[in-house]
Structure formats: C-alpha cells, structure tokens
C-alpha cells in the first residue's frame, strides 16, 4: 500500500472561488482559495513556528466574538421583552386574555423553527454572513419597533409571526460560522461566550424594562410600547455597524495577516479525529504507518462534495441526528419558559413589577459566568455529556424547589429554584449544540443538521409558552423538569452508542479492513469515516 504522505496535490490549471480547501480527516470544506502553498510546503508545526497560537486566538476572539454576542443579546432581548412589556401592562392595555396572549407567545416559535434550515441554505449558499445575518436584523428590528404601535390582539399576532421568520436565521447560522474559525476542541467555550449574551440579555432586559417603563406616557405612550420601540431601534442601529465589521471566511479575514490566514487554515485541516497521531495498517504486501489525519487535497467542489440536497438526507438519515434533537428540545423547552415567564413568577412571589425586573439580574448575571466557566472546562477535558447530564440534573432540582416553594409559600426557596433551573439552563444550551458540530464532519451536512436540531428544538418555545396560567405555575414547573430528564435520558443513549462505535471503528483500522481505501474515500465517508472519533 502506498503511504498517503507520498500523494500529489491535485492541482487544476484553473480554479476559481468555486473551488475549496478541503480536511479530508474532517471531510470539511475548511476555506475558500487559489492559494496552494499552505498545504504544499507548510505541513508539519516547525513551519509555522513563527506564529503565536495563542495571540492569533485572541485575535479571532476579539474581532469575532464581541460581534456576534451582540447580535444574539439583541436577538434574545427582542424576542423575551413581551415577558417583561406583560408585567408593565401590555396584555391590559390591549384586552388580552391569557390564551390569546399565550397564542402570540406561540405564533412566534413556528416560523422560528419551521424557516432555521432554509435559512442556513441560502447562508451556505450566499456564502457571506457579513451581509446575510446584518440585513435579517435590521428587518426584525424594524419589526420589533411596529410592534410597539400595535393596536390589538391580531397586529401583536401579526408582529410576532414576522419576528420569528427573520430572526430563525441568527442561532444557527452564527453557531456554523464559529465552527470554521475553531478546532473541535475550542468550540464550546466559544459558544459559551456568545449564548452567555442571552443570559446577558435577560439581565439587561430586566434592567432596561426597569428604566425604559418610566417613560409611560411620554409621547402618548405606554411604557410597555417604549420597550419594543426603543429595543428594535438599537437593534437597527446596531445592524448597519456589524455590516462593516463583521468577517466572512478564515481566508479572507482582514483581521489576519496573510501568514496568519494560513496558520488558520492548517490548524483547520489539522484537527484530528483519534487520541493517537499513529497506528499500523496493515495489508498483503505492506506494513506501513498512517497518519490519521490524511493527506490534504484541493478537490473540485462539484466533482467531490455532497450537495445540498445529499447533506439534507443524509442528515435526516443520522440516527445520532435525532437524540441531538431531543436534547436540544428538553433543553430549549425549560429555557423559553424561563425568559418568558421568569418575571411573572418572580413578581408572583408578592414583589411589584419594577422589584420584580430587578430581582431578575443576578439570577442570568450568575447564569453567564457559569456557561462560561463551564465551556472552558469542558473543553480543556474534551467532555460535552458529562456538563450537560450535570446541569440537567440542577435544572430539575430547580424546578422541584419551585413547585415546593410554591406550595409552602415559601418565596426564598422559589427564588432559590429559580437561581438553579437559569444556571443550569444556561450552561447547558451551548454545550449541546457544539456536541452536535463536534460529531458532524462535512460542513453541507453540519450547516444543515445543526439547523434541523436547533429549527426543531426550537418548538419547543412554543410548547412551553402554553405551560404557564396566570398565578398556577405548578404545572408548568412539572412539565419542565421532566423535559430536563429526557435531556439526560437521550446523552446517555448517545455517550453509550459514541463509545461503541469509536471502539469498532479502532478495532476495524487495527484489523486492517480499510488498506485498500484511498484518502479521497475517507473524505466520502465523512463522520462515517473510522478515522473520525466521535466525542462524548
């Protein structure tokens, strides 16, 4: 058998921005380029030993990170700011009655779910996230501001709808774009920091309520109308800035030096799948080594990448695809509650409105530090199920104080449960997507299978917006934590099913049932690769 090291780089005379850099190890589309020399002569780490890691991290960190905080932070704000307008008066002033307001909370996670894998298509397809996800937040800011001149019930309704179709396409589409910058291995924390920004936001939004509510009759209007008027307009504001800002692929990065770009993309295509750098593979005629992390080609994209429509079966076809769903459901069901009604409950315990905002603050304040620090350990240790399982299990602690508070009387215990269930909620959600990206390989099949696990997670906001009545939260309480042990339940099955396959996958290697199979197979193969170890 030929070592894979001795291989031609396919070089064709022509290729223009059509054509990709390909990890074969990944089977991922790592970067669009004409420049070959980063995989001709700058393979091995001394070839780049003139580049600090670590100060081109930072730099990707501060000029990627910060950005698409925001946008989420405002994403969240916009969305759960009804939760805060409904204790100011919103649902009084326009004669709602609770399941007329409950629809309008519903009617926005349809779209929601139903638009996020369209939406993470046409970005695959568009290929510039600095121009496709800036122009879907200036049109749900605008949104946002009209929702603050409705009239009644149906123009609520109506605003609702249109928030949710154009804001599906934020979560999973920054979730993919951080998953071309980082390795596997520094995924969650990047995905800690920005989701950190909902908890943030529902800080802020608190905090804001509180201030904003104060402008009552200013202008001749409420101050429940100020908050959707004043929240969509800094939304606009802010999404004409990031259209100037905001960075596309590695490549093409102004951020990064030429030198670093490459560094970049090596570390890309360099990020192996197998503890080990080496086995033995042997075959009839042969005993050679073999790098787990084949040999890199530059491959035409419609001779060899899947299209779109074979990602999308193939995702639906996954079977690891629908345990990710139901993870991300129990999760998204508990969370949605939470922004939703955590001010009424809090408000429930006998606090007034304003109190209630406040009180609100330290519970996500201390939720953020917690999903960050969470994210950096989980990915020191490369453990995702062992952070999510441990927060489900605070989740429904939680819930279970609340339900006993509420039955007591007992307003500490509920605040106290309510501490716990945020915590949890919140370190956990950015630990469950990036599971999912970590054990998907090529970049068609994760933009569309992330979308699908976050679109029909994503309905379970609708779920949990009809779980709650005015005043009787036990139900709602007992309905989140069973959600948050379903959650448990589906990353046993799932760490149980990772272990087995990753010990046959070293076993068939060792065996030698893959000598005769060539690097551009193995990049056919994808996750379905035996050099691709899943992780748990």
């Keep these: 058998m030929t070592s894979s090291s001795n ?16 990890d074969v190890n990944r089977g991922d589309i790592i970067a669009t380029t004409n420049d070959y020399s980063v995989f001709e002569d700058e393979k091995s780490p001394e070839d780049f030993s003139d580049v600090d890691e670590k100060a081109v991290l930072k730099k990707i960190d501060w000029h990627l990170l910060p950005i698409v905080s925001v946008l989420y932070l405002l994403a969240y704000l916009d969305r759960g ?12 002033d326009l004669g709602l009655t609770d399941n007329q307001y409950n ?39 605008i949104i946002m501001v009209t929702m603050g001149t409705v009239k009644g019930y149906h123009g609520l309704l109506v605003t609702r709808l249109f928030l949710g179709v154009f804001e599906s396409g934020l979560f999973p589409g920054i979730s993919y774009g951080l998953s071309i910058y980082y390795l596997r291995s520094e995924l969650q924390l990047r995905q800690a920091m920005f989701y950190s920004a909902a908890s943030i936001a529902g800080a802020f939004s ?42 596309d692929y590695p490549d093409t990065a102004k951020f990064l030096t030429p030198r670093e770009r490459k560094f970049v993309l090596w570390r890309l295509a360099n990020d192996n799948t197998i503890k080990n750098d080496e086995i033995e593979v042997h075959s009839e005629s042969t005993t050679s080594s073999r790098r787990f992390a084949p040999d890199l080609g530059i491959f035409n994209e419609k001779e060899h990448d899947i299209t779109m429509k074979q990602a999308f079966f193939t995702s639906v076809k996954d079977w690891q695809i629908y345990f990710h769903i139901l993870n991300f459901f129990a999760i998204c069901v508990p969370t ?38 969470q994210g950096y350990f989980s990915d020191k240790f490369s453990i995702r199920s062992l952070f999510i399982c441990g927060n489900l299990l605070l989740v429904i602690i939680g819930f279970i104080m609340n339900i006993v508070g509420q039955e007591t009387g007992t307003p500490g215990v509920i605040y106290a449960g309510c501490f716990l269930a945020v915590l949890g909620l919140y370190s956990s959600f950015p630990g469950c997507t990036t599971w999912c990206a970590n054990n998907l390989a090529n970049s068609r099949k994760r933009a ?36 948050a042990a379903m959650g448990i339940v589906s990353s046993t099955v799932l760490v149980l099913n990772y272990k087995r396959i990753n010990k046959k996958r070293e076993k068939d290697l060792s065996n030698g049932k893959y000598d005769d199979t060539t690097d551009e197979e193995f ?6 690769s035996p050099f691709f170890k899943y992780k748990c």
């Design 7 to 22: 291989k031609s780089i396919t070089k064709p005379e022509e290729l223009d921005r059509g054509s990709f850099i390909y």
């Design 81 to 92: 700011n009804i939760g805060n307008a409904k204790i100011e008066g919103l649902t009084e």
């Design 103 to 141: 629809i309008c909370l519903t009617m926005f996670f349809i779209p929601y779910a139903l638009f996020e894998v369209p939406s993470n298509i046409l970005l695959k397809k568009i290929g510039k996230q600095s121009i496709y996800l800036p122009t879907i937040m200036l049109i749900w800011g």
């Design 206 to 247: 608190g905090l804001l309520a509180f201030a904003i509510a104060k402008m009552h009759g200013t202008g001749g209007y409420e101050g429940w109308r100020w908050i959707f008027i004043l929240e969509g307009l800094l939304t606009v504001i802010v999404a004409f800035v990031v259209y100037f800002i905001m960075p």
């Design 336 to 373: 949605y509650a939470v922004a939703l009604f955590l001010p009424s409950v809090v408000k429930n315990m006998g606090y007034s409105s304003s109190r209630a905002q406040l009180m609100t603050i330290p519970i996500y304040i201390t939720a953020s530090i917690s999903a960050i620090i």
């Design 448 to 483: 569309i299978a992330m979308a699908i696990q976050i679109g029909i997670g994503n309905f379970g906001g609708a779920f949990s917006s009809n779980f709650y009545k005015t005043g009787a939260y036990t139900m709602g309480h007992g309905l989140s934590l069973g959600f």
């Design 523 to 528: 990049y056919r193969m994808g996750d379905k």
